[in-house]
């Protein structure tokens, strides 16, 4: 099956079926292209003879837990009948079909000279690199809350449009949150059916459940280990990121997060406040020094002699929020590394600069570090926080 319409559907019919499918992304539904090729699939079928069957139909599509049912009628009567809509409010600045593959870079460059120089980022005079950066001149057409999603951080600089980023971040910590907790997962095999994927399914054979889908039982959960970089070169993110793992935290009770500059602290306690305001108060304290330089290869080794024993399992993922630049030498930052590579499940490396025009991972560090980074993706924008879900996921 195509993204084109299917025979028998009128262009403006399949016009009306995306913007319902957006206006669900915006109140928080999982809604991707299957989803959407499947809902054009119903539309074409006998279930769009009665509004009924239609709304029975795409309720068991697009609903993907409890909540997602008991809101799906109000938003179908809010889009498709007109009722009802003052009550109508986006739930996720985090949309689904936001959530593209991450990326790892391949073959380094060429080093730099000196152990902390900078990577290589190309700067445009001409405007097109702010404006690959900040896509909200072109995507006129796109709600307040993906546009947000999708704008560099730090080209958020007014205080309604900072707040706003800051209650988007969390959000998206505790929706991530729930999907990585789930008890179970779709399996061949299983001890409990599960029914929304098998009628998703059965929609190709016409609605006959050919191939049952089941659902068992996780092995064991996710363990999250976060370290920020909270460096001067950092400090336009920094805020941003805070604001995220606070929400991790908060949300997911198998986590621990660190901060480093030119030494390391552990916060975990400070962010299980619910406040965020006198958590990040609390962390200031902490983390005196905050927004000096860098020396990662040490606080890693710091990390690794007290810390690492009794917060990591070999069910751990670390994520590290950093831009790479390092004042110290990188064959202690490559040793440290290895080690701790050896120890966890996955090493994930979250780099603001890879949204950057030009960007490439020169530094001597930062190459020093490539070879035990199992995902190197970029952490510029909501979006790019939102695509790690996905990979985690799988873990």
Known sequence: MTSAPLPGIAFAAAARLAGFTASLRDSGFTVGLAETRDALAILASPAADRPGGLRAAWRALFSANRTDWQRFDEIFNAYWLGRGMRRLQPLSGAPAEQKKPLRRWAAPGTPADEPGSPDHVQRQTDGAAELAADPRGRRGGASAAEALAATDLRHITDPAEVAAAHALAERLAARMRARLVRRERARPTGHRLDLRRTIHRSIAQGGTPIRLVWRDRKPKPLRLV???????????????????????????????????????????????????????????????????????????????????????????????????????????????????????RRIVWLNPLIGWQGYAPEARGMQAALPHIDLFAAAHNLRSLAALEPYLARL
């Open 226 to 344: 976060i370290l920020l970089d909270a460096s001067g070169s950092m400090s336009l993110y920094t805020a941003f990121f805070l604001r995220f793992i606070h929400g991790v935290i908060e949300h997911f009770a198998s986590a621990e997060a660190f901060v480093f500059h030119t030494r390391l602290a552990h916060v975990s306690e400070s962010l299980r406040d619910r406040d965020v305001t006198r958590a990040v108060d609390r962390l200031s304290l902490l983390a005196q020094g905050i927004g000096g330089g860098t020396r990662i290869g040490d606080c890693l080794a710091d990390f690794n002699r007290w810390h690492a024993a009794r917060v990591i399992n070999s069910r751990t993922a670390v994520l590290i929020f950093s831009d790479g630049y390092d004042t110290g030498e990188p064959a202690k930052l490559g040793s440290e590394m290895q080690r701790l590579h050896r120890r966890c």
